[in-house]
């Protein structure tokens, strides 16, 4: 798993948890002396890295969980989570396309916007992670469908940097629309430092520093090269000048070789252990 993909599953966690605390409802079904409760409704629209750790989660809080996603190469594995596939005919391949959503037909879009619809006005939850790299996020949820979903719902749009996949997202803003709480947060790795940074620093390999041990790593490059030019520039009978030249070489190439060395057990400090 690379970075960026380690960082969507913490962003698809968050925002089931977040949308969690702002549903007026539980998630789990419940059964209660005053009688049964329904689980929630939770609609993920797009099943990459996020949306899939999206639905892992909401199906862990015991709630009744659709996906969509326009690549139907993924309907196994979220069934295998034991979400429902939504599905449109007729989608553009997005096999190429690292995850991410790729640019569909006018006639696809108009299925896909019906269907969507259908599947939000009986949602509690809409977590939306679809995202075409270099572009605008893909519109989804239009205000019409908004007009017309559940009061109390929660939609927690992971696109809101590109635009948003709600028309009425705010990036990094909760909002109030008719009842509907929207909220636009594309920054939720940055309420899990922790992991966060285990994961971003766990994927680093040994041959690039922390900026600290670059730069020393650099300078002492530099004191080696000198040190070779002073000495290949020095009289045969200058036997200071090719002293101190041969103990910088020394000393530069340890602080070198050291320097790999510390760096590379400090990364390996962060990486899993493998299960027995």
């Known amino acids: 798993m690379d970075v960026l993909s380690s960082q969507a599953t913490i962003a698809g966690y968050k925002a089931v948890l977040l949308a969690s605390t702002h549903l007026p409802k539980f998630?789990?079904?419940?059964?209660?002396?005053?009688?049964?409760?329904?689980?929630?409704?939770?609609?993920?629209?797009?099943?990459g890295v996020a949306g899939l750790m999206a639905i892992a989660t909401a199906r862990r809080l015991g709630g009744v969980v659709e996906a969509f996603d326009t690549r139907p190469a993924v309907k196994e594995e979220v069934k295998s989570l034991g979400a429902k596939f939504v599905e449109v005919e007729g989608a553009a391949d997005a096999s190429k396309a690292g995850g991410y959503a790729v640019e569909q037909t006018e006639e696809?879009?108009?299925?896909?916007?019906?269907?969507?619809?259908?599947?939000?006005?009986?949602?509690?939850?809409?977590?939306?992670?679809?995202q075409i790299p270099g572009r605008k996020a893909p519109l989804l949820i239009s205000t019409?469908?908004?007009n017309n979903m559940k009061k109390g719902s929660v939609i927690v749009d992971l696109a809101s940097s590109s635009g948003g996949n709600c028309e009425m997202t705010k990036d990094n803003a909760t909002i109030d629309y008719n009842g509907i709480t929207i909220i636009g947060n594309s920054n939720l790795p940055s309420t899990m430092p922790y992991d966060a940074s285990i994961?971003?620093?766990?994927?680093?390999?040994?041959?690039?520093?922390?900026?600290?041990?670059?730069?020393?790593?650099?300078?002492?490059g530099v004191v080696i090269v000198g040190a070779v030019i002073v000495m290949g520039l020095a009289d045969s009978n200058d036997y200071l000048s090719l002293v101190l030249g041969f103990i910088a070489v020394i000393l530069g190439t340890l602080n070198v070789v050291g320097g790999f060395v510390v760096t590379d057990r400090m990364l390996e400090m962060f990486k899993k252990k493998p299960k027995s």
């Open 108 to 130: 696809y879009k108009q299925k896909q916007s019906e269907l969507i619809q259908k599947h939000a006005l009986a949602s509690d939850v809409i977590v939306t992670t679809a």
């Open 199 to 220: 994961e971003v620093i766990s994927k680093v390999p040994s041959i690039l520093h922390t900026p600290l041990m670059s730069g020393a790593n650099a300078i002492h």
């Open 144 to 146: 019409e469908t908004l």
């Open 27 to 47: 998630f789990p079904m419940l059964t209660t002396a005053a009688g049964s409760i329904p689980p929630a409704k939770v609609l993920i629209i797009g099943a």
